[in-house]
T-cell receptor, first 114, second 112 residues
Framework: AQKITQTQPGMFVQEKEAVTLDCTYD???????LFWYKQPSSGEMIFLIY??????QNATEGRYSLNFQKARKSANLVISASQLGDSAMYFC???????????FGKGTHLIIQP | DVKVTQSSRYLVKRTGEKVFLECVQD?????MFWYRQDPGLGLRLIYF???????EKGDIPEGYSVSREKKERFSLILESASTNQTSMYLC???????????FGQGTRLTVV
C-alpha cells in the first residue's frame, strides 16, 4: 500500500496564473501509478492525469501536467493558466501492483480568484 | 463512457438500522471499491472486490460488510448504522489494478 501526502489544505490563486499542487508518496512497490482527481462542489470525482512509475516522460493532458520526480517521491500537479472553473478539491492518489485500490491524500482545496 | 451508478444521492437513516448502498457499473470492470469521504481526511477505502463473490478489507472495514453476487454490482452494508457513519460514500470501479478508477456520484448518508 502507498502513503500519499498533500501538505496544502487550501490555496488561493489569481486567475490566469499557474498553480502547483504538491503530492509526495511513499511505497515499497517497484511498479506503481500516481493519479490526480478533481472534485468540484457538485461532488463527482473527475480523473485528470496519470503517471506510471516507469514512464520516462512527465504526463501531460491539456492544461494539466504532472511533475514527477522519482528520487524525491513527488508527483506534483501543475495547472497552467488557471481558470475560475478550476476551483475545486484536488486529490492525489497512488496505486501499486495489487488490486487493492487507490490510496488518496487528504486533498487540496484550490480557489481561483478573478 | 464508463458509468458507475449509485442507487441514492442522499439517505437519512436511524441509528441501529441496517443500511444498503448499491453500486452498479456498466463496463465489465473486474475491480470495484467502496470509499468514504470525510472533510480533512480525504477518501478512505472500506472494502474492495476483484472478482464476483470475492471481497477484501480496506483500511476502515469495521462496521461495514459488502456483497458482490454479480460482476456489475457491489453493495455496501451497514449492519447497524451509527452516527459516526454519517459521511459521503463513493463507489468506484477499474478495469484492472493500478489503472484509472471511475467513480459514482456519491451517496451522502446521514445517520440520526
Amino acid at each position: 500500500a502507498q502513503k500519499i501526502t498533500q501538505t496544502q489544505p487550501g490555496m488561493f490563486v489569481q486567475e490566469k496564473e499557474a498553480v502547483t499542487l504538491d503530492c509526495t508518496y511513499d511505497t515499497s512497490d517497484q511498479s506503481y501509478g500516481l493519479f490526480w482527481y478533481k472534485q468540484p462542489s457538485s461532488g463527482e470525482m473527475i480523473f485528470l492525469i496519470y503517471q506510471g512509475s516507469y514512464d520516462e516522460q512527465n504526463a501531460t493532458e491539456g492544461r494539466y501536467s504532472l511533475n514527477f520526480q522519482k528520487a524525491r517521491k513527488s508527483a506534483n500537479l501543475v495547472i497552467s493558466a488557471s481558470q475560475l472553473g478550476d476551483s475545486a478539491m484536488y486529490f492525489c492518489a497512488g496505486g501499486g501492483g495489487g488490486a487493492d485500490g487507490l490510496t488518496f491524500g487528504k486533498g487540496t482545496h484550490l480557489i481561483i480568484q478573478p | 463512457d464508463v458509468k458507475v451508478t449509485q442507487s441514492s444521492r442522499y439517505l437519512v437513516k436511524r441509528t441501529g438500522e441496517k443500511v444498503f448502498l448499491e453500486c452498479v457499473q456498466d463496463m465489465d470492470h473486474e475491480n470495484m471499491f467502496w470509499y468514504r469521504q470525510d472533510p480533512g481526511l480525504g477518501l478512505r477505502l472500506i472494502y474492495f472486490s476483484y472478482d464476483v463473490k470475492m471481497k477484501e478489507k480496506g483500511d476502515i472495514p469495521e462496521g461495514y460488510s459488502v456483497s458482490r453476487e454479480k460482476k456489475e454490482r457491489f453493495s455496501l452494508i451497514l449492519e447497524s448504522a451509527s452516527t459516526n457513519q454519517t459521511s459521503m460514500y463513493l463507489c468506484a470501479s477499474s478495469l484492472v489494478a493500478n489503472t484509472e478508477a471511475f467513480f459514482g456520484q456519491g451517496t451522502r448518508l446521514t445517520v440520526v
